[in-house]
């Protein structure tokens, strides 16, 4: 980032890439945060520890008068600039359509698209007035390659992908840049990835928020458009293209139970907003 005050919202802050993202943007001169999620008391700690100015809003993002509670807290706390959105809050419930039916789309249509699309429409203008620039949002790999009781949460994904692609071209005369993250499996308190990193055989495939975070950066202030991580699931999407059968076929043989996971949203049973 270049000199000057340069403010940013980051959303899921409390923890896992969120939390990464904070501290990532910290080291920027002239960073102020803005750390949104649902838990306070993590929120004020991470805002203690970080090495610049750093706010927060404790507020559950699928409430309907959370996107004007950040609007305002930015306006009083920030003087209404904003130089960096990013969309991270997320969930996932896993669950085969036949036993979430709709209610699982829907719930992770509420927090994983439509949250952020709200937010992003109280933000525009902010983000609009100090342009240069950005808004990042963090998307999935599941969000091109989808998965067996994972249809909810790749759903939410793959449309979060397509308006990041439409927001790209309508803003960019605004100078305001759009880029998006695709990470695969992270280790975070919301998605463990235990499973996988019990095996060796799968161990290698899980990565960490640190490298999310550098990834947001770069589709940030760093203007790129999108990233993967870790690197190489990007294959995996250019195959699915390519070659839509195999793929079909892989993910629908037993060798794909080894990339079964347990969530926090499973263990839960509720819904969460970082």
């Known amino acids: 980032m270049a000199s000057g005050k340069r403010v940013a919202v980051v959303t899921g802050a409390s923890t896992g890439i969120g939390r990464a993202t904070a501290v990532r943007l910290a080291r920027e001169p002239g960073a102020e945060l803005v750390l949104v999620a649902r838990r306070e008391e993590l929120l004020r700690e991470l805002a ?5 100015r750093a706010t927060y809003v404790a507020v559950d993002l699928t409430d309907a008068e959370a996107p004007q509670r950040v609007r305002s807290h930015l306006e009083a706390e920030h003087g209404g600039d904003l130089h960096l959105l990013v969309n991270n809050a997320g969930a996932s419930w896993r669950a085969s359509f036949a036993e979430g039916g709709y209610e699982n789309v829907r719930r992770h249509m509420e927090l994983n698209f439509d949250a952020v699309v709200r937010l992003t429409e109280a933000l525009l203008p902010l983000l609009r007035a100090s342009a240069p620039s950005a808004i990042v949002n963090v998307a999935s790999t599941a969000g091109r390659v ?16 397509g308006w990041t692609d439409a927001l ?3 803003e960019k005369p605004n100078r305001v840049h759009v880029g998006m993250v695709l990470p695969g499996f992270i280790k975070t308190e919301g998605f463990p990835a235990t499973e996988l990193r019990e095996k060796a055989v799968t161990r290698w495939i899980v990565s960490k928020p640190e490298k999310v975070a550098e990834a947001i950066y770069e589709c940030g202030p760093g203007g790129r458009a999108e990233r993967y991580v870790p690197r190489p699931y990007g294959v995996a999407a250019a195959l699915r293209i390519l ?12 060798a794909a139970s080894n990339l079964t996971t347990s969530t926090a949203g499973d263990r839960e049973k509720s819904s969460d907003s970082g």
Not at 156 to 161: D, G, H, M, T
């Open 168 to 170: 790209y071209a309508e």
């Open 146 to 161: 989808a998965r067996a009781r994972t249809g909810s949460y790749s759903a939410s994904k793959f449309a979060l992908i």
């Open 243 to 254: 070659t839509p059968s195999l793929v079909r076929r892989v993910l629908g043989g037993g």
């Open 48 to 52: 203690e520890q970080l090495p610049c």
